[in-house]
T-cell receptor
Framework: AQSVTQPDIHITVSEGASLELRCNYS??????LFWYVQSPGQGLQLLLK??????LVQGIKGFEAEFKRSQSSFNLRKPSVHWSDAAEYFC?????????????FGAGTILRVKS | GAGVSQSPSNKVTEKGKDVELRCDPISGHTALYWYRQSLGQGLEFLIY????????KSGLPSDRFSAERTGGSVSTLTIQRTQQEDSAVYLC?????????FGPGTRLTVT
């Protein structure tokens, strides 16, 4: 069965500092990986996804993530965090890229940004 | 354009009562998903509809939970005889390809 681990429940960074949120997955085949962000009281918004090809993927809001098969990881990064990035971030793995892609989510990482 | 909408946004109910949660997907999206977000369990898949195919109910936690999708559009998630452990945020998502668009959720509180 698929699973996703986000080891950090909370992370606090200073505004302008760099950010890395960790994600490890367990899946037997080629994983389809996603990062979502959830602001308080809001639904989930897709930041970026990895299906195949280039292992460094770019997303919205200046985020990027790198797929490392050898480490079963898909860490999310941002070079300079803005106060508006404070939210909860979820890593997810899906079975396929087609419609019918039910997602398995990690527990989430709450990002706090201090000024 | 309009996103996924869910109603009600908040629902408080007494233990043992039945509740219905509604989801209006984005027009033209053929797939619709229900997830549950709770403190103890995180985000869990519940059920998935795709066109006229039989739904994938593999995530429903008990037979008290059911869902239907009428006319390939609006979906209703029904929880019968609610229990306190059903308290959670219920999220609906729709898609026409890999990207799922999520609604704001319905926060259900069972007292």
């Amino acid at each position: 069965a698929q699973s996703v681990t986000q080891p950090d429940i909370h992370i606090t960074v200073s505004e302008g500092a760099s950010l890395e949120l960790r994600c490890n997955y367990s899946y037997g085949a080629t994983p389809y990986l996603f990062w979502y962000v959830q602001s308080p009281g809001q639904g989930l918004q897709l930041l970026l996804k990895y299906f195949s090809g280039d292992t460094l993927v770019q997303g919205i809001k200046g985020f990027e993530a790198e797929f490392k098969r050898s480490q079963s990881s898909f860490n999310l990064r941002k070079p300079s965090v803005h106060w508006s990035d404070a939210a909860e971030y979820f890593c997810a793995v899906g079975e396929s890229v087609s419609v019918g892609n039910k997602l398995v989510f990690g527990a989430g990482t709450i990002l706090r940004v201090k000024s | 354009g309009a996103g996924v909408s869910q109603s009600p946004s908040n629902k408080v109910t007494e233990k043992g009562k039945d509740v219905e949660l509604r989801c209006d997907p984005i027009s033209g999206h053929t797939a619709l998903y229900w997830y549950r977000q709770s403190l103890g369990q995180g985000l869990e898949f519940l059920i998935y509809f795709q066109g006229n195919s039989a739904p994938d109910k593999s995530g429903l936690p008990s037979d008290r939970f059911s869902a239907e999708r009428t006319g390939g559009s609006v979906s209703t998630l029904t929880i019968q005889r609610t229990q306190q452990e059903d308290s959670a945020v219920y999220l609906c998502a729709s898609s026409r390809n890999y990207e799922q668009y999520f609604g704001p959720g319905t926060r259900l509180t069972v007292t």
